[in-house]
C-alpha cells in the first residue's frame, strides 16, 4: 500500500498555489477553485496518506515494510517540498514535528527500541533525502541539531545526578521483574537519537550535508560511552562506527592503498577543530585516571581504572595517518600535542590499552620527526636487566613496531629511512638481552623485539645500498636462533602459549633472514634485485652460507623445524617455503647465486620425500594443508619447466619417481582424501590428485609399463574423472568447484586428446566389446572435456576466466601468448577443437548426443512447470544449456562420422535412426505429459514459459538435426517420417505460440517434404532463413 501510495503521488496532479488568493488571510483554501482544478488529491486527502505513513513507520518492527514504508513516504515529502503551495511544502515540517514529539515521547520502554528504533531513523531519513537537490536545506538541519542535543542534554542530566545512581539502583532491584523493560527518562530517547544519527551518517546521499554536524556527534558519542545504561553505550557505539567511516573512511587491512587515502592528522583536525580541544581534555582525564591508579588497584579493578572514553579516543586516532610535514609552530590543533598522552597509556599495565595507543601514535608524528622520536623511543629501553618493568618496555616496543611499520616504511627518502634505521639498530644492539630468552624470562618481551628486528630487516631491504641492513641480519639471525633453541614448554609444567608465539616469531624472522617472503610487503615498497656488491637480496643470501658450517646449520634448523613439537613452529616454517618455493626472485635470481648451490641442491633432491614423509606424520589439519600446498607447487613447478624442456638439474618430483613410488605416494593420498574433513585440505588434495594423474596420463601415453600396470593407471585415472565431476558440480561450495577446476589443468588430461585421437577406432559400426585401452582412455579424457564445459558454465566470475585462459593453451599456438577471450566463445572452441581430433570417431558421436540428451531433459515427464515457493532453486543460473544443446546439434550435423554413418547400410545408419527415436520420443512423451496444460491461461502462451521451451526446443532441435544427417546418405527418401512430423505437430501444438520452436518445426516440416502448408500459423511471423543454430551466430 505504501509503495502504491508513493507511486501515486509521483505521477497526479497536486493543488497549485493562486497568488492572488494566497495574499487574502480571509480565503478559504477549499474553496479556492486553483485548489481543486485538476488536483487529483486535495489537501486534507495528502495530510491523511502523510499521517498514514507515519503510523506505519511507528508501529512496525518489519525491516522490508520499513523501507518499502519510507520509499513512498520519501517520493510524498519531496513532492510536496517541490510545491509552489505554501501549505502543501509545510506539511512536511508539520509531519517532522510530530516525529519529534513520538521520539522524545514519555513511559517509553525496552520494547520501543527493537530493531534499532525500527521505524523512527528510517522516517527521518525519509525528511531528508526528500528535500530537492540544489536548494538550502531546512529539515535535515533542525533534525540533527535537535537530537545532537537530545542525547546531550541526558547526558549533562546523567552526570548530575551520578550521586544518586546507587540509592536508585537498590529501589529499582526490589521489583526488577515488573519494572525490567522501565528506564529512567531520557535513556530511550537518547538511544533514539544515537539511531537516527547513525543512519543518516552511513547514508552516502547526505554525506555532504551532514559532515558539518560530525564534529558534534563524535563528542557526544565518545561522551556517551561513560553512561551507566546498556542501551545507551551500544547506541553510541553504534554511531561512533558510522561517524569513524564517514570522517576517514572504511579501513581495509588486507590493502594498504586504503590507509594511503586515509586522512593525516594535521588535515583531520583542521576539518574538524572543534574535536581538538575535546580529545585534548578527554585524553588529560583518562590518562590521569590510569596514572594515579595504584597497581593494586588496577589489578582488582581493571574496568574502573581504564576510563570508558579512552579507547574510542585511541581507536580514532589509530585511524589517521602520519603527516608528511610537521605543523607550524604554535599551532593549537597541532596533533603532536597529544603525544605525551598517548606515550603514557602505552606503558599502562592494561595490554589492550599498550596496542591501541601503540597504533594511535602513528598518525600524530609527522615524518620530519620521526628520526628523533624514534631515537628518543630506543634510548628509553632499558641496557640492563635492573630495576626494569615489563610493561614499559613492552609498551616501548609495541611504539617501535607502530613507527617502524607504517611511519618509517612510508618514507620516500632512501637515504634518510636508512640513516634512520642504522643510528636505531646501534642503540638496540645495546639492549639485544630483550630479546634473549636466556637473558631475558619474558616471552612476550622476546617476541616483540624479534617483530621489532624484522620489521628493520624489511624496510633495510628497499633501501639500496643499505648500511644498516648486515647489522639488523646478524643481531636477528642470533637472537631468534637463541629462541628458536628454547626449550618449548620454558621449564614450566603447563602450556604456555606466549612462549608458543615467541618461537612462531623466531622461524618466522630466522627464515627471512634467508629469504624474505612476507605477503605483507606492497608492492610499491620491493625493487628488482641488481647483482652487485650492496644488494640485500645477494647479501641475505651470502650470510646464510658465506660457510659451510653456517649453511649446514641452516638445513639443519629448517629440517628440525619441519618437524618440530610445537605446531607455531612448524607452520611458519611451511608458510616460509612455500612463499619461497612462489617466489619469482627465486625463479630469477637464486639459480645465479653460487652460493645457495647447496641448498638448491638439497632441495630437488629430498624436498619431495622430505614433504611425503612429513604428511603422513603430521596431525594438525593446519600442517597438513601447507605440506599439500608444497607438494602441489614443487611438482607443478617441475613440470613446467619440463614441458619447456629446460635442461633441468638431478631433482625428484612426481615426474621422475617411478611407478611404484608414484603409485604408493597415490594409494596415501585417497586415503587421506577419505578420512579428510577440512575443506581448505581437500581442496588441494584435489591439485596434488591431479598432479599425480599427469604422470599417469604420460605413463598410459608412453605405453612403457605391462597390461597390468596400464590397467591400473586407467582405474585410477578413472577414479580421479569421477571424483573431479563430483566437486565440479554446482551444488558444492564455490572454493571446491575452483580447486576442481585447477585440478582439471593441473591434471593435463585435457592435452592428451592430441594424442589419444590418433589411435582410437575408426570403425562406424558401435560395439561395446570392441572398446580397446584408448577407446576407454578417450571416454574418460571427453568426460573431463565435459567436467571442464561444465566448470566454464560456473556463477563465479574469476573460476570461469581463470579457467578460460588455461583451456585456451589447449588449442591455441603459445608462440604468440593467449589473448584471453569470453567464455562462450572458449566453449564453442572447446567443441571444435575435440570435434577435429575425434570427428571420425563413433563414440564421439554417441557421445554428443547424450550430452544433447542430457542438456535437454530440464524438467522431468511427471513435473510440474508451476514453481512453488519452496521448491528447491537450480544450483548454476549462470548455465545456458540452450548454447550447449545447439553446439552438440551443430557439431554433430558437421563431423565427418555423420556423413559415413549415414552411408552406412550395415548399422551406421541405424545407429542414427535409433538416435532421432530417442529424441522423438522424449519431445512426444514430454508434449502429452504437459501439452494439456492449455487449458490454464498462460501469459504469453504455454511455449514461451522457461521451463517448457527447453525441453520442446532442444528435443525438436535433436530430431531436426539427426534428420539433417539422415539425408546426407540419401538412403531414407524424402517424406519417409511424414507420419512422425504430423504427430509432432499436433503434439506440440500448444507450444507454437513461441516463434523459434514454430520455426523450427517449420525448418523440420521442410526437410521432410519441402512444403509447411497447412502448419503456419497466422499469429507467429514465419522467418525466411532462419537459423535453428541463431546462438552460434
Known amino acids: 500500500v505504501s509503495l502504491l501510495l508513493g507511486t501515486i503521488i509521483r505521477k497526479v496532479p497536486l493543488p497549485t498555489s493562486d497568488n492572488s488568493r494566497e495574499c487574502d488571510p480571509l480565503s478559504d483554501p477549499y474553496d479556492d477553485p486553483s485548489m481543486t482544478d485538476n488536483a487529483v488529491l486535495d489537501f486534507k486527502q495528502l495530510e491523511t496518506i502523510g499521517t498514514h505513513f507515519l503510523e506505519v513507520l511507528m508501529k512496525m518492527k518489519h525491516n522490508g515494510a520499513i523501507d518499502k514504508t519510507r520509499a513512498g513516504f520519501t517520493a510524498l515529502c519531496n513532492r510536496l517540498l517541490c510545491s509552489d503551495n505554501p501549505r502543501l511544502s509545510k506539511l512536511p515540517e508539520s509531519w517532522m514535528e510530530q516525529l519529534m514529539e513520538r521520539t522524545v515521547a514519555k513511559e517509553q520502554t525496552v520494547d520501543d527500541l527493537l530493531r534499532r528504533s525500527a521505524g523512527i531513523p528510517a522516517a527521518f531519513i525519509a525528511f531528508f533525502l526528500s528535500e530537492p537537490e540544489g536548494t538550502p536545506k531546512r529539515l535535515l538541519p533542525r533534525a540533527l541539531r535537535w537530537l545532537i542535543d537530545v542525547a546531550n542534554k541526558f ?583 575452483k580447486a576442481a577446476a585447477e585440478s582439471v589443468v593441473a591434471s593435463g588430461l585435457l592435452q592428451t586428446v592430441d594424442f589419444i585421437g590418433q589411435h582410437v577406432a575408426h570403425n562406424t559400426t558401435p560395439s561395446d566389446n570392441s572398446f580397446s585401452n584408448f577407446d576407454k582412455y578417450a571416454s574418460r579424457t571427453l568426460d573431463m572435456w565435459s567436467t571442464c564445459i561444465k566448470l566454464l558454465e560456473d556463477e563465479d566470475v574469476s573460476l570461469r576466466s581463470k579457467l578460460a585462459v588455461d583451456v585456451q593453451k589447449c588449442f591455441t599456438s603459445e608462440t604468440y601468448g593467449v589473448i584471453p577471450s569470453q567464455v562462450d566463445k572458449v566453449i564453442i572452441s572447446s567443441f571444435q577443437h575435440l570435434s577435429s581430433i575425434f570427428g571420425h570417431w563413433i563414440n564421439y558421436f554417441d557421445y554428443l548426443s547424450n550430452w544433447l540428451l542430457g542438456a535437454s531433459s530440464n524438467v522431468g515427464s511427471s513435473g510440474d512447470l508451476v514453481r512453488r515457493v519452496f521448491d528447491k532453486e537450480i544450483d548454476n543460473h549462470h548455465e545456458e544449456k540452450l548454447l550447449l544443446c545447439q553446439i552438440c546439434c551443430f557439431q554433430l550435423e558437421n563431423i565427418s562420422i555423420s556423413e559415413s554413418l549415414a552411408a552406412d547400410e550395415n548399422g551406421g545408419l541405424d545407429f542414427l535412426l535409433e538416435w532421432r527415436k530417442r529424441f522423438f520420443l522424449r519431445l512426444m512423451s514430454f508434449a502429452g505429459d504437459h501439452g494439456g496444460k492449455k487449458k490454464v491461461n498462460w501469459i504469453g502462451g504455454l511455449g514461451n514459459y522457461k521451463d517448457a521451451f527447453l525441453p520442446v526446443y532442444s528435443n525438436l532441435l535433436g530430431v531436426y538435426t539427426l534428420s539433417r544427417c539422415i539425408s546426407k546418405g540419401r538412403l531414407v527418401n524424402r517424406g519417409s517420417f511424414a507420419t512422425e512430423v504430423s504427430d509432432v505437430g499436433d503434439a506440440i501444438k500448444p507450444f507454437l505460440g513461441n516463434p523459434l520452436i514454430h520455426n523450427l518445426f517449420l525448418s523440420l516440416v521442410r526437410l521432410d517434404d519441402g512444403s509447411d502448408d497447412g502448419h503456419a500459423s497466422g499469429n507467429v511471423a514465419v522467418w525466411d532463413g532462419f537459423d535453428p543454430y541463431f546462438l552460434l551466430r
Open 155 to 737: 547526558m549533562m542530566y546523567q552526570n548530575e545526578t551520578k550521586t544518586t545512581a546507587p540509592k536508585h539502583e537498590t529501589q529499582m532491584n526490589g521489583d526488577s521483574k515488573v519494572n525490567s523493560k522501565i528506564r529512567d527518562e531520557g535513556v530511550i530517547p537518547t538511544v533514539h537519537a544515537f539511531n537516527v544519527l547513525r543512519v543518516a551518517f552511513n547514508d552516502t546521499n547526505l554525506a555532504t550535508d551532514t559532515s558539518g554536524f560530525a564534529a558534534e556527534a563524535m563528542i557526544i558519542a565518545i561522551r556517551s560511552f561513560s553512561s551507566s545504561y546498556w542501551e545507551v553505550r551500544n547506541g553510541a557505539c553504534l554511531a561512533y562506527t558510522a561517524l569513524v567511516r564517514r570522517m576517514i573512511g572504511f579501513l581495509n587491512v588486507q590493502k594498504r592503498e586504503s590507509a594511503r587515502r586515509a586522512l593525516t592528522g594535521l588535515e583531520f583536525f583542521h576539518r574538524y577543530p572543534a574535536l581538538h580541544p575535546f580529545l585534548y581534555s578527554e585524553l588529560k582525564i583518562a590518562t590521569e585516571l590510569l596514572t594515579n591508579g595504584s597497581p593494586e588497584h588496577v589489578g582488582s579493578n581493571l574496568a574502573k581504572a581504564v576510563h570508558p572514553s579512552l579507547c574510542p579516543m585511541l581507536m580514532l586516532l589509530s585511524r589517521l595517518k602520519p603527516s608528511t610535514i610537521a605543523s607550524e609552530t604554535g599551532d593549537l590543533l597541532d596533533p603532536f600535542l597529544f603525544m605525551p598522552f598517548i606515550r603514557k597509556c602505552s606503558t599502562q599495565s592494561n595490554l589492550r590499552v599498550r596496542v591501541l595507543a601503540s597504533r594511535a601514535l602513528t598518525g600524530l608524528i609527522s615524518n620530519e620527526k620521526l628520526q628523533v622520536i624514534l631515537l628518543n623511543i630506543a634510548t628509553e629501553l632499558p641496557s640492563g636487566t635492573n630495576l626494569a618493568s615489563s610493561n614499559m618496555i613492552h609498551g616501548l616496543l609495541l611504539q617501535l613496531i607502530s613507527l617502524l611499520d607504517t611511519n618509517c616504511r612510508n618514507l620516500i627518502d632512501f637515504s634518510k629511512k636508512d640513516q634512520i634505521l642504522d643510528e636505531l639498530i646501534q642503540t638496540l644492539v645495546m639492549r639485544s638481552w630483550i630479546g634473549s630468552p636466556n637473558l631475558c624470562r619474558c616471552p612476550t618481551l622476546n617476541t616483540s623485539f624479534l617483530k621489532v628486528l624484522d620489521i628493520m630487516l624489511n624496510v633495510s631491504r628497499t633501501c639500496h645500498s643499505s648500511k644498516s641492513f648486515d647489522s639488523i641480519h646478524n643481531l636477528l639471525w642470533e637472537l631468534s636462533s637463541e629462541c628458536l633453541d628454547a626449550e618449548a614448554s620454558n621449564g614450566l609444567p603447563f602450556y604456555d602459549p606466549t612462549v608458543a608465539e615467541c618461537r612462531k616469531q623466531a622461524a618466522t624472522s630466522y627464515f627471512n633472514c634467508v629469504f624474505q617472503t612476507s605477503k605483507n610487503i606492497d608492492k610499491d615498497d620491493t625493487f628488482i634485485p641488481i647483482p652487485g656488491k650492496h644488494n640485500p637480496l645477494a647479501s641475505s643470501l651470502f650470510h646464510v652460507s658465506e660457510t659451510h658450517d653456517r649453511f649446514t646449520g641452516f638445513q639443519e634448523r629448517l629440517i628440525r623445524s619441519m618437524s618440530d613439537a610445537s605446531y607455531e613452529v612448524r607452520i611458519s616454517t611451511f608458510k616460509w617455503l612455500l612463499l619461497f618455493l612462489k617466489s619469482t626472485e627465486l625463479n630469477d635470481h637464486i639459480d645465479d647465486q653460487g652460493t645457495m648451490s647447496g641448498f638448491i641442491k638439497w632441495i630437488n633432491l629430498h624436498l619431495h620425500t622430505e614433504m611425503e614423509n612429513l604428511l603422513f606424520q603430521e596431525r594438525n589439519h593446519r600442517c597438513t594443508c601447507l605440506i599439500l600446498k608444497i607438494l602441489f607447487t614443487w611438482n607443478l613447478l617441475n613440470f613446467q619447466k619440463s614441458c619447456s624442456k629446460e635442461r633441468l638439474p638431478e631433482t625428484r618430483f612426481v615426474g621422475n619417481i617411478g611407478s611404484d613410488s608414484l603409485f604408493i605416494f597415490w594409494d596415501k593420498l585417497v586415503s587421506l582424501y577419505k578420512v579428510t574433513r577440512h575443506v581448505k585440505t581437500l581442496e588441494i588434495l584435489l591439485c596434488c590428485m591431479g598432479i599425480c594423474v599427469k604422470q599417469f596420463a604420460v605413463m598410459f601415453t608412453r605405453q612403457s609399463d605391462h597390461v597390468t600396470s596400464l590397467n591400473k593407471v586407467y582405474d585410477y585415472i578413472s577414479y580421479y574423472v569421477d571424483l573431479v565431476k563430483q566437486h565440479a558440480d554446482a551444488s558444492e561450495p564455490v572454493n571446491i568447484r
